[in-house]
Structure formats: structure tokens, C-alpha cells
């Protein structure tokens, strides 16, 4: 079974992160309300980014990895700009 972690840029231009194990269902979830909080009153949701683990916990470590990152950072990330993204990490870290 796969897991995803995902990133969802909601209506007003902000970035939700999470993972969950069937991303379809997650994604129809988010676009109706229906889990509430963050993403119920910032519809619609897009998903800009989302990528496979093997196991929860990975999926789960990613997601909160990301809700760590800067808007920069999420961006170089939903661009594939792997090189931004590494550079971003070493100029955060001093």
C-alpha cells in the first residue's frame, strides 16, 4: 500500500500540507469541506504537488518536513527546482 503526502494551495493563496493513504478520496474531502478546518473555509483547494512513501510514518515525516519550509522553499518544491530547494535549506540553516 502507498502513502502520499501532498500539498494543496487553497483559495486565498495559502499552502495546506498533509498525507493520508487513498490521495483521490483525500482530494474529494478537501474540495467539498467535508474534513473541516484549514481547507473547509479556504475553498477551492488545488493539489500542486504530492509524491509516494512506502509507509506512514514516511508520508507523515514528509508532511511535517514541508509545514516546516518557507512559501519560498514549498514553491521551489511544486516547481521540481530540487537545486532552490537545497539552496533555500543551507541559507536557512545559517
Not at 501532498?6 to 493520508?20: F, I, M, Q, V
Not at 481547507?39 to 514516511?58: I, Y
Amino acid at each position: 500500500m502507498a502513502f502520499y503526502a501532498y500539498l494543496l494551495r487553497c483559495n486565498d493563496g495559502s499552502y495546506y500540507a498533509g498525507h493520508t493513504d487513498d490521495l483521490d478520496l483525500r482530494m474529494a474531502q478537501h474540495q467539498t469541506g467535508a474534513l473541516g478546518g484549514y481547507t473547509a473555509k479556504r475553498l477551492p483547494v488545488e493539489l500542486v504537488w504530492s509524491d509516494s512513501f512506502p509507509s506512514r510514518d514516511d508520508a507523515f515525516a514528509a508532511e511535517h518536513r514541508i509545514k516546516g519550509w518557507s512559501r519560498a522553499k514549498k514553491e521551489a518544491l511544486i516547481a521540481g527546482d530540487w537545486e532552490l530547494v537545497s539552496r533555500l535549506s543551507v541559507n536557512r540553516q545559517g
